[in-house]
């Protein structure tokens, strides 16, 4: 897949099976409409195209208002790289782009620059300024243009019922395993170890301290989590603590890792944490000695959740 950042960078003329959306998460209900995208493109032998955006619209429309995306772009090209499309086009949202009316996204983007012979969209798919595009306008479009359409069924969305707005609800209810089931993979966090007050490692429990730079991304609440991830080809478990360490009288939110059986030095090392399960809510103890013997247990259910259920 050949990624392109932005629209003015997208130069190849083949014909294209196209569709167009944030997909956020990349959860099964998207991976059902690329899966048709890719499928359509390789009968007709055309180039398969998803056409996204960078930063998401609400994030431009909507700035004050406080936005969580399940993935960072990063994360989210990452994920349609296993999609098998041809081209991943990440165009920069602005005020300007929003105010492009239905009729000119049509005619200058879908069909001048990206040469459209067929558009697949999900159900309900709205587009232009205001929103005003509808598939009514498409398929009137479409006959003017001499390009094909294709709505996912809402029979076939619903089938899924999953959506990127069930997934961030699962998560700040901390039900992971609903929310992997909707993505069809693990959450993640992707950061940086960074230096910490290594107050983990005077407790037996040394800690990788994981910095995330994008202040979009989704950060599930407070609580202790069973976690993988893969450092130098070699699958790790843990479990992460995420919130305020208030034993250690600490003031700020932090992400901790403390993976099991394991000595590497990790700092300054980038890290994907897989989230695998909710262990507990974070709570206060009276002692630092009470906190060690509830990490213990905490590793002991940690193996068990590993041992049967990976």
């Known amino acids: 897949m050949e990624v392109i950042h932005s629209l003015s960078n997208y130069h190849h003329t083949e014909n294209t099976v196209v569709t167009i959306g944030t997909f956020d998460g990349v959860h099964i209900g998207?991976?059902?409409?690329?899966?048709?995208?890719?499928?359509?493109?390789?009968?007709?032998?055309?180039?398969?195209?998803?056409?996204?955006?960078?930063p998401h619209p609400r994030m431009v429309l909507q700035q004050n208002a406080a936005i969580e995306l399940i993935n960072t772009i990063d994360e989210r090209a990452d994920l349609l790289s296993?999609?098998?499309?041809?081209?991943?086009?990440?165009?920069?949202?602005?005020?300007?782009?929003?105010?492009l009316s239905a009729l000119d996204f049509v005619k200058k983007i879908l069909v001048n620059q990206l040469h459209t012979s067929k558009l697949i969209i999900g159900y309900d798919h709205h587009f232009g300024k205001n929103r005003e595009g509808n598939?009514?306008?498409?398929?009137?479009?479409?006959?003017?243009?001499?390009?094909?359409?294709?709505?996912?069924?809402a029979q076939d969305i619903n089938d899924v019922a999953?959506?990127?707005t069930k997934i961030r609800k699962a998560l700040s209810e901390k039900n992971i395993k609903t929310a992997n089931n909707y993505l069809g993979y693990n959450f993640m966090l992707n950061g940086t170890v960074v230096n910490g007050k290594?107050?983990?490692?005077?407790?037996?429990?040394?800690?990788?301290n994981l910095s995330i730079k994008e202040e979009y991304k989704l950060i599930p609440?407070?609580?202790?989590?069973?976690?993988?991830s893969k450092i130098d080809n070699t699958t790790v478990f843990g479990m992460m603590n995420i919130g305020f360490r208030p034993t250690l009288e600490?003031?700020?939110?932090?992400?901790?890792?403390?993976?099991f059986d394991f000595k590497q030095d990790l700092y300054h090392q980038n890290l994907t944490i897989e989230i695998l399960y909710f262990l507990r809510n974070e709570e206060k103890f009276d002692s630092v000695e009470k906190l060690?013997?509830?990490?213990?247990?905490?590793?002991?259910t940690a193996q068990n959740y590993i041992q049967n259920n990976i």
Not at 198 to 208: D, E, M, N, S, Y
Not at 251 to 259: A, L, M, V, Y
């Open 250 to 259: 600490g003031k700020h939110q932090t992400i901790e890792i403390h993976f």
């Open 30 to 54: 998207h991976q059902k409409i690329l899966e048709q995208v890719v499928k359509t493109a390789k009968q007709l032998d055309k180039k398969s195209v998803l056409l996204t955006f960078f």
């Open 292 to 300: 060690i013997l509830q990490l213990k247990e905490d590793q002991k």
């Open 135 to 153: 598939l009514e306008q498409l398929t009137e479009y479409s006959h003017l243009y001499n390009f094909e359409v294709e709505e996912i069924p």
């Open 198 to 208: 290594q107050l983990g490692g005077k407790i037996g429990f040394p800690t990788a």
């Open 221 to 228: 609440k407070t609580g202790v989590y069973v976690v993988k």
């Open 82 to 99: 296993k999609t098998g499309l041809d081209y991943l086009i990440i165009h920069p949202f602005s005020m300007a782009f929003s105010r």
């Open 162 to 164: 999953v959506s990127s």
